[in-house]
């Protein structure tokens, strides 16, 4: 398996524009996660799915910000509107119920302009 | 829910010497408990991990040790090297259906040459 695979690495945007992050899960995995990480808060639990399931949410930080999980392949993390102080690195993970270690992606690293 | 806090934040040791990062968590329902670690400019990276069963656990030059009773848990490197150097990221998650992990907010440890 090629691991957790995120698109893209690089986001630059401009104030005020939609962002869209995307996750693939490792094959057979039904756990995932969104974190975000800064200098100042460190590794941040945004949110995380069970089954496609949104289980919690309580880590995302604004309206702006929503997550979906459309099938046990793919999730979208988006930000509308886009805000300077959300450049920082966002990490997407997956786990198996079965096992519980982590396995994360490479990030997207978002710098709003 | 869970609060997982990590001391100390920042840990300079010469090569060689051992390094120690300690853990606390506040839900006696933990029994998971990785460690992570994450290079510059990487994803974080499960090093070691323990369960609740287990006081103490050793790979090699790293070893946890868990005190269910105080809930703490630590993580030692012995003769370190300068390869060593990253962020460490302890962690907590309770049984169930759904692998939530909490994060502590890292150690940045710098090993000297």
């Known amino acids: 398996d090629a691991g957790v695979i995120q698109s893209p690495r690089h986001e630059v945007t401009e104030m005020g524009q939609e962002v869209t992050l995307r996750c693939k899960p490792i094959s057979g995995h039904n756990s995932l996660f969104w974190y975000r990480q800064t200098m100042m808060r460190g590794l941040e639990l945004l949110i995380y799915f069970n089954n496609n399931v949104p289980i919690d949410d309580s880590g995302m930080p604004e309206d702006r910000f929503s997550a979906k999980m459309p099938n046990a392949s793919f999730s979208t993390l988006k930000i509308q509107p886009s805000e300077p102080r959300d450049s920082a690195v966002y990490f997407c993970a997956s786990s198996s119920t079965v096992g519980t270690e982590a396995f994360f992606g490479q990030g997207t690293r978002l710098t709003v302009v | 829910g869970e609060n997982v806090e990590q001391h100390p934040s920042t840990l300079s040791v010469q090569e060689g010497d051992s390094a120690v990062i300690k853990c606390t968590y506040s839900?006696?329902?933990?029994?998971?408990f990785p460690w992570y670690k994450q290079e510059l400019g990487k994803r974080p990276q499960l090093i070691i991990d323990i369960r609740s069963n287990v006081g103490e656990k050793k790979d090699q030059r790293i070893a946890v040790t868990l005190n269910k009773t105080a809930k703490h848990f630590s993580l030692h490197i012995t003769e370190t090297q300068p390869e060593d150097s990253a962020v460490y990221f302890c962690?907590?998650?309770?049984?169930?259906?759904?692998?939530?992990?909490?994060f502590g907010t890292g150690t940045k440890l710098q090993v000297i040459p």
């Open positions: 839900d006696s329902a933990s029994n998971y």
């Open positions: 962690a907590a998650s309770k049984p169930g259906g759904y692998q939530k992990v909490t």
